[in-house]
């Protein structure tokens, strides 16, 4: 079971589950997936935590609103925490419009053409989510997930881990260009408009 002290009280801090994925929850008011909470109680087996919205209009990634919606969980079902430090919890006064988006598409990078942008955000705010990749065969060299934003990740089994895309406005699919490599993608985007 994972140990939190009491000084993690009124602290925003990300959570991450016993199969080592982030912990996210979608808020019932404005249908916004956060992966931020601000503890407000924890006893011997349970912790009571505040979903906080990432504010992306407000100066950086490290704004965040409170939601108001109050979730209680058993410890034991995380492993682990990350407490969050130098951020701004604060009631925005600006309207802003969330939606999600879920494209689901498949890819053919055929020997000698080794590069496919598979998404392209056409949006100038500010959005976050995540990406699964599924390989149809097993290829002989990794598969590179190339997001815009600098990362890289490698693929090397038929099913990918999630992979974080907040920030990313463009993901590439790179191989070796030596064989035939087939799959297909999910993508779960949230974005966020100021409305004017």
């Not at 008011?29 to 407000?40: A, M, P, Q, S």
């Not at 492993?79 to 006064?93: E, F, G, Q």
Request: glycine content about 4%.
């Amino acid at each position: 079971m994972m140990y939190l002290k009491q000084n993690c009280v009124n602290k925003p801090i990300m959570f991450f589950l016993r199969n080592g994925e982030v912990f996210k929850t979608r808020s019932m008011k404005n249908n916004v997936i956060t992966k931020f909470f601000l503890i407000t109680s924890i006893d011997k087996t349970c912790i009571t935590f505040m979903q906080l919205r990432p504010c992306y209009i407000c100066y950086n990634n490290y704004s965040f609103e409170p939601t108001y919606e109050y979730i209680t969980m058993e410890k034991s079902v995380f492993c682990a925490y990350h407490i969050l430090n130098d951020v701004c919890i604060r009631k925005c006064k600006h309207h802003i419009c969330c939606f999600s988006d879920c494209l689901i598409g498949h890819f053919t990078l055929l020997p000698g053409n080794n590069e496919a942008t598979i998404w392209k955000s056409n949006m100038a705010n500010k959005q976050s989510g995540t990406l699964q990749i599924q390989l149809k065969d097993k290829i002989s060299s990794p598969v590179k997930v190339i997001i815009q934003n600098g990362y890289v990740h490698s693929i090397t089994s038929l099913k990918s881990k999630i992979i974080c895309l907040d920030g990313a406005k463009h993901i590439t699919i790179k191989s070796n260009g030596d064989e035939k490599v087939k799959g297909c993608f999910k993508i779960e985007m949230n974005s966020m408009i100021e409305q004017i």
